[in-house]
């Protein structure tokens, strides 16, 4: 294993994950009058009780090797920003550390194998799907299946022409300058998380990975075009709809989605809440899964009594005055 793929794997876990554990319908968006790269995601300001006003962008993990264009709306609250604040800092651990947690919770426990483990239905899926891929059948073998699920998304990511470099988060990071850059979880805990799901879930998650990959062989094109033209409705359709039909994949979305959403919210709300952050901007870029749908931070913000506003174009709201400035610190 080369030190420089783990970090590689971690900045596509999780809103790719979950957006995988998804079937694709409906029509391809239309993204008319935009470039390959344009984008016109999600993108929201949240106003504070008295702290820090929120820029929140719904963010993909992946993209172009040039990277996304955005609106100006976008690129203009990131500008006036004084902090960035994201799932996690890819430049906070480093490949060997995560390297080294791959290994640990990657991989079965000696003498375990997969293929003793899958139900015939999964691991037949699995030997169609190992055909087109770089994957050995003997290193899969030893692989708990939450880390095949997301080295199998990660090859229809390349095989798509995006890399985890271009994504979102990352191109915001690598240009954030003097700005305090908050991480609202780490990698490690990323990587734990899915490892501690039960066996029998996991199994859910690589199933329908497999399954979605021999129906929809476009399904990363639609997710991408999606949120490109920021179709919200579309986006929770692809994210739930799984979940929707399917109630035995909640521990897998309570997980890995609902528990993470309120814990980031919380911590969204210290700085909304904060005195001596009044009068400042907080750009916050953050898997789109996260955003939307009933229980999506946004929604429960605007719940608990944030004054959420959808941007659309390239305008953003009108600063309110303020005599206060203050920098963000992590």
């Given amino acids: 294993m080369s030190a420089t793929k783990p970090r590689v794997w971690i900045t596509v876990l999780l809103s790719i994950s979950v957006l995988g554990c998804a079937s694709l319908s409906g029509s391809r968006h239309s993204l008319s009058g935009l470039d390959a790269r344009d984008v016109r995601p999600l993108f929201w300001h949240i106003e504070g009780h008295g702290g820090a006003n929120l820029y929140v962008l719904g963010s993909i993990h992946v993209g172009p090797r040039r990277g996304w264009i ?4 976008v ?3 990131f500008q006036d920003a004084q ?3 994201v799932e996690t800092d890819p430049q906070e651990v480093s490949p060997d550390v995560i390297s080294q947690m791959i290994q640990i919770y990657g991989q079965l426990p000696p003498g375990t194998y997969l293929r003793s483990l899958l139900s015939d239905h999964a691991w037949d899926l699995l030997m169609r799907q190992l055909q087109n891929s770089s994957l050995r059948i003997t290193t899969v073998n030893r ?3 939450w880390l095949l699920s997301e080295l199998l998304t990660l090859e229809e990511i390349r095989k798509a022409g995006y890399i985890a470099q271009g994504g979102v988060e990352a191109s915001f990071v690598a240009k954030a300058g003097n700005r305090s ?3 609202l979880e780490s990698a ?3 990587i734990v998380k899915l490892a501690n799901l039960p066996f029998a879930v996991q199994e859910m998650a690589l199933l329908d990975t497999l399954e979605q990959a021999n129906r929809h062989p476009d ?3 639609q997710l991408v075009e999606a949120w490109r033209s920021g179709d919200e409705k579309k986006l929770e359709d692809l994210i739930f709809e799984t979940l929707d039909k399917d109630q035995t994949m909640q521990p897998y979305f309570e997980v890995m989605l609902f528990q993470r959403n309120r814990a980031m919210q919380a911590q969204l709300e210290v700085l909304l809440n904060a005195r001596q952050h009044a009068g400042e901007s907080v750009f916050v870029s953050l898997g789109v899964a996260h955003l939307v749908g009933v229980e999506g ?3 429960q913000l605007e719940e608990n009594g944030y004054n959420v506003t959808r941007i659309k174009g390239n305008a953003l709201p009108e600063k309110k005055p303020t005599e206060v400035s203050l920098a963000v610190h992590p």
């Fill in 143 to 145: 692989m708990r299946p």
């Fill in 188 to 190: 490690q805990l990323q």
């Fill in 219 to 221: 399904y990363l094109e």
């Fill in 70 to 73: 955005y609106p100006a709306s």
């Fill in 297 to 299: 931070i946004c929604q």
């Fill in 181 to 183: 850059i908050v991480p």
């Fill in 83 to 85: 902090a960035l604040v």
């Fill in 75 to 77: 690129l203009e609250a």
